[in-house]
C-alpha cells in the first residue's frame, strides 16, 4: 500500500495547458525554470535536452504534495 509519495514527473507537449489542467484540481504552481546543458542530458539520458521544468504542489497540505 503507498502511503506517500515525494514527486511525479509528467513529460508533456503542452506545458500551459497542462499547468492549467493542474490548476483545476486544486495545484499550484511554485517554480518554473529551463532545464538544458550537459549535466541534465547525461542525467535524463536524452541528447540536446532542453525543457522547461514546472514545479506544481497544492497549497497547505502537510506532508507536501
Not at 490548476?23 to 546543458?37: D, N, P, R
Request: aromatic share 10%; with cysteine; net charge negative.
Amino acid at each position: 500500500m503507498i502511503a506517500r509519495f515525494d514527486h511525479v514527473t509528467v513529460v508533456v507537449a503542452d506545458v500551459l495547458a497542462t499547468i492549467c489542467f493542474f490548476e483545476l484540481l486544486g495545484f499550484a504552481k511554485e517554480a518554473s525554470v529551463t532545464i538544458a546543458g550537459e549535466s541534465f542530458e547525461e542525467f535524463l539520458g536524452v541528447d540536446a535536452l532542453e525543457a522547461t521544468h514546472v514545479v506544481l504542489a497544492v497549497p497547505g497540505l502537510t506532508p507536501r504534495f
